[in-house]
């Protein structure tokens, strides 16, 4: 059965500080990848991948995929408190659904 | 930027009754998601269509039904509304191209007594 697992699955820390959010997964049929940010409210985009190794990068936001070792990270850094949010992998497959992880959930304290 | 409604945001109902979520897209993407959200978990797909008239079961057994009349609207109906429905839902939708990613609702967050 296809499954996406997030970790740490809850994060604490200070403004400042630099954090790795983890995703792995066991899809058949994978296509890309994909991270999103959830707030109050429905999930907005932030990343796809598609392809081992490169690094796509926003601000500061970052995040790689290693197709071989099946998972890929998130990085933040020099966190600020309006990146505290639930941060959903998600991997889509050949028929365009998406699976999805339970998130971690950042919290930033001034 | 992807413009999707959902209506209403809030919903709190008794058992029983018959609901009917709305969605509802201005790109023209002729794909369409539901998906089902409890707090902590995994979004869970529900229904999704590819195009009018063209409707599917997701993953996750549900007991509501869909229709895809017109490409704009993609309604979720609950003919009989129970607690264990209680769940935030979220419609989202995609291109046909492959490269696309998903763009989702604000979601509606469902209540029932």
């Known amino acids: 059965e296809d499954k996406v697992v997030q970790s740490p699955l809850s994060l604490v820390v200070h403004e400042g500080d630099t954090v790795t959010l983890n995703c792995s997964y066991e899809?058949?049929?994978?296509?890309?990848l994909l991270w999103y940010k959830q707030e109050k409210k429905a999930p907005t985009f932030l990343f796809m991948l598609?392809?081992?190794?490169i690094e796509k990068k926003s601000g500061r936001l970052s995040s790689i995929l290693d197709k071989k070792e099946l998972f890929s990270i998130l990085n933040i850094t020099a966190t600020q408190t309006g990146d505290s949010a639930v941060y959903l992998c998600?991997?889509?497959?050949?028929?365009?659904?998406?699976?999805f992880g339970t998130g971690t959930r950042l919290q930033v304290f001034p | 930027e992807a413009d999707i409604y959902q209506t209403p945001r809030y919903l709190v109902i008794g058992t029983g009754k018959k609901i009917t979520l709305e969605c509802s897209q201005t790109m023209g993407h002729d794909k369409m998601y539901w998906y089902q959200q409890d707090p902590g978990m995994e979004l869970h797909l529900i229904h999704y269509s590819y195009g009018v008239n063209s409707t599917e079961k997701g993953d996750l057994s549900s007991e509501s039904t869909v229709s895809r009349i017109r490409t704009e609207h993609f309604p979720l109906t609950l003919e009989s509304a129970r607690p264990s429905h209680t769940s935030q839902y979220l419609c989202a939708t995609q291109e046909v191209s492959s490269t696309d990613t998903q763009y989702f609702g604000p979601g509606t967050r469902l209540t029932v007594l």
């Open positions: 899809v058949t049929n994978f296509r890309s």
């Open positions: 598609t392809s081992s190794g």
């Open positions: 998600a991997v889509e497959d050949d028929t365009d659904k998406l699976i």
